[in-house]
């Protein structure tokens, strides 16, 4: 274990105290259901899984100023689009204030789950790909792609899989979740990122093979 249980638990106190009520539910819940994925896909990254799960969103609550002043001292520009898709914009922040204020955990495995949460990226690593999914489905969402996505990943029962085909159902589960956030995103006429993109065109490429 690279972090300590108590350290995951100070860290549970910490973040509870950054956020509303409502976002820290959010929170504990995709720690748990973290869990449960890294019980079937990473076994040995539990503890990653957990403090990437726990700081994933430790700065959703900022306003657009906020999220610009982090960025940029993190050496980052945003350009026009990224103020546009303010919504993409808590998860790069939030990098940086987990280097600024929880450096003990700024271990790149937690960096890169929490910066590429929202929009996911092309080949993604098995820790981004459980904070990712964990978010989505997390069983305090109760949205209608939230619970299709949920009912489609558990009710194939992947824990009943073999290695390859758990792998598979991980895949054509993440590229569902994109067709559904793509498609919401066109209908309300949003930009889309090029890393959500990237991240589906990997996965049907990454599903041909
Ligand atoms: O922070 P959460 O609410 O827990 O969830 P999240 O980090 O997945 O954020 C979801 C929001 O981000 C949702 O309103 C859709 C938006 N989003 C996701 N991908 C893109 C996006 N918005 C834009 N403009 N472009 C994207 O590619
Ligand atoms: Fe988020
Ligand atoms: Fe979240």
Redesign the pocket.
């Known amino acids: 274990m690279r972090f300590s249980e108590e350290s995951l638990t100070a860290l549970y106190e910490s973040v509870r105290e950054q956020m509303s009520e409502y976002r820290f539910i959010?929170t504990a819940e995709?720690e748990k259901m973290a869990v449960r994925l890294g019980n079937l896909y990473a076994p040995d990254k539990l503890d990653i899984l957990r403090a990437a799960a726990l700081l994933?969103?430790i700065t959703?609550e900022y306003g657009i100023d906020a999220h610009a002043e982090l960025i940029e001292r993190g050496r980052e520009s945003l350009s026009a689009l990224d103020r546009?898709?303010y919504?993409?914009l808590?998860?790069r922040s939030a990098v940086e204030l987990i280097k600024e204020k929880y450096s003990e955990f700024a271990d790149i495995d937690v960096l890169d789950a929490v910066r590429y949460?929202?929009?996911g990226r092309a080949d993604m690593s098995v820790c981004e790909m459980i904070i990712y999914l964990a978010?989505?489905i997390d069983d305090s969402r109760r949205f209608d792609d939230c619970v299709k996505l949920r009912n489609y990943f558990w009710d194939a029962h992947p824990e009943n899989m073999s290695a390859e085909q758990r792998e598979e159902h991980l895949l054509r589960t993440l590229l569902l979740s994109f067709d559904m956030?793509l498609t919401?995103?066109v209908a309300e006429g949003?930009?889309?990122?090029a890393?959500?993109v990237s991240a589906r065109n990997s996965i049907i490429l990454s599903l041909k093979r």
């Open positions: 959010h995709v994933h969103d959703k546009l898709s919504k993409t808590h998860a949460h929202t929009t978010d989505y956030t919401s995103l949003s930009p889309i990122s890393e959500t």
